[in-house]
Structures are given as C-alpha cells and as structure tokens.
C-alpha cells in the first residue's frame, strides 16, 4: 500500500505544475495594414482625331465613349479628375486650349464623357481647374471614357497639333 501512495504522490507532483515552472514569459500580437495606394494607368495611350484626313474648321470629332480605358488600382476610393496639362496645342501656329471648350479663332476645346452618350454629362476638359471624370471612383473600379474635339472656327495652318490629356487619382 506504501509502494502505491508513494506512486500516486510522484504522479500528483508531475501532473501538477507548482510555481511558475510553466507560465509563458511573452505574448505576440500580429499587426497588420494595408496602405491607402493609389494607382491608376490609361489604355491606349494616345489618338489621332480624324486618322489620315485633316480636320475641318468648326467642326466636332468624337472618339467612343470607351475609347480609352482607366485601370484603376487604387486600395482605397478616389476622386478622379480630368485635365489638359498646358493652355494651349502644340505645332505650328498652337491652338489656344479653350477652358469653356468654346472654339474661335486657332482655338479648340475638349470634352470627355464616361461610358455615356455624347451630349449627355459631358465634362469639359480644363487647363485650369480640372472637373471630375469620376467622383467617389470605388477602389479597384475600371471605367472607359471618350474624347470630343470641337475644333477652330479658322486654322491660320495646317501643322499637326497636340496637347495632353491627363486623368489624375486622389484620395478623398
């Protein structure tokens, strides 16, 4: 009876930790974040109005309204503004770039409508204070928009013209 009460104590003093024998001296904690990144690209990259023809004086040339197409891979929800980089087309005798896209005499302006129809929601394509394209634009959300030209009332030449468009991303 001796051998098993001394058998049950030394399993006791094994199965029963005492003090801090077994106590965890650390504890993790798994941070995590996503950054708010913002990226967005354009496909194609460039267009030719009117393709191997000159254009005509008074006259509106319209891409598709998904001509070129926004890849947006943005983590986070953007405004998205479009704009012309420069006031005014350049070659030759430039085009004054129109901020109430109201043609005249070697001026132009431009219009940008997304995945609409023209004349409906048009935006107008300004050097000074860019215009939405696509306000509250959900994070990775592509979107496909178009080009209009309505081009000068006179041309004083007949040098191929051009100037940049450019969509920019920013945070809300």
């Keep these: 009876m001796k051998k098993i009460i001394g ?15 077994f106590a965890l001296t650390t504890a993790d904690v798994t941070v995590n974040a996503t950054p ?14 009117n393709t191997g023809t000159p254009v005509e004086t008074s006259s509106t040339y319209n891409t598709t309204t998904s001509y070129f197409t926004i890849t947006n891979g943005s983590t986070v929800q953007t405004d998205q503004t479009i704009s012309v980089t420069t006031s005014s087309w350049s070659g030759g005798v430039t085009w004054t770039h129109s901020d109430t896209c109201t043609p005249g005499v070697d001026t132009a ?19 000074t204070t860019p215009l939405y394209i696509y306000e509250n634009c959900p994070a990775n959300t592509n979107y496909s928009f178009g080009l209009s030209l309505p081009t000068p009332t006179e041309f004083t030449d007949g040098v191929l013209k051009s100037i940049v468009t450019r969509v920019t991303a920013a945070a809300e």
Aim: aromatic share 10%; no cysteine.
């Design 36 to 49: 708010a990144f913002i990226s967005i690209s354009v496909a194609p990259t460039g267009y030719a109005f």
């Design 109 to 127: 302006g431009l219009k940008a409508n997304r995945e609409g129809t023209w004349g409906t929601n048009d935006v107008i394509v300004k050097y």
């Design 7 to 21: 058998i049950l104590i030394a399993l006791l003093l094994v199965l029963i930790p005492t003090g801090n024998v």
